[in-house]
């Protein structure tokens, strides 16, 4: 087995013990976060068996993309929005979890292609008020998933957050806590949602004692990034 194998299988067996630990019911899917890592390397993770990789840059996407057409990836975009890169997102990803504006919704459903399946997407909420990070306020969460139920290529599944990193458990808790709060009030309201994705290598298990369906996995995985 490689090292990518048995972190792998290192990763999937914490979020096993997890949910077991506490009595958690829902499906929790690991989304390789694979930016800054050559095709080679999700080539290597996509043998080990893990077949959902997400993506910051949609250009450093594309190409990787390019390279590993032959492989039945499922490709997430989790990265901040640009208004000029909706169309290669619409035509090239499955999943969107980083929408925190109308106007890219809308820019999304409009150039998502026909035959292909209606765009997944998550709205981003920022709870901590971080002005360094996108997202949408609890309060306005609403209107936007009212309106992007309204358009026929997107397909509304939940929320997604990035919460200030810290290794306080009861911080992280905390944090998570209040993401899963507004998911449960859009829920009330009437929306149809079975996606929280929340978590990464740092704070994961916490995510997912929280509710998390999506974990977000980089360093955990992969190691360290190369930038260079």
Known sequence: MTIISNRLQDILA??????????????????????????????EA?????????????Q?????????????????????????????IAQHFSWVHSIDRLKIAQRLSDTRPAGLAPLQVCIQVNTSKEESKGGVAPDELAELA??????PYLKLRGLMAIPAPTEDLMLQRMQFKKVRECYDA?????????????????????????GATF??????????????
């Open 186 to 210: 859009l829920i009330a309201q009437g929306f149809e949602l079975d996606t929280l994705s929340i978590g990464m290598s740092g704070d994961y298990p916490t995510a997912i004692e929280q």
């Open 46 to 58: 996509y043998t080990a068996g893990q077949h959902k990789f997400a993506e910051n840059y949609v």
């Open 146 to 151: 009212t309106a992007i139920n309204k358009m």
């Open 60 to 88: 450093e996407a594309l190409e990787k993309q390019i390279e590993l057409t032959d492989l039945d990836i499922e490709w997430h975009f989790i990265g901040p929005i640009q208004s000029n890169k909706t169309q290669l």
């Open 215 to 228: 974990v977000r996995i980089g360093t955990a995985l992969f190691g360290a990034r190369n930038y260079t």
């Open 14 to 43: 914490t979020i096993d013990a997890v949910k077991t630990a506490h009595n958690a019911a829902q499906n929790v899917q690991l989304l390789a976060v694979s930016k800054a890592q050559p095709a080679s390397v999700i080539r």
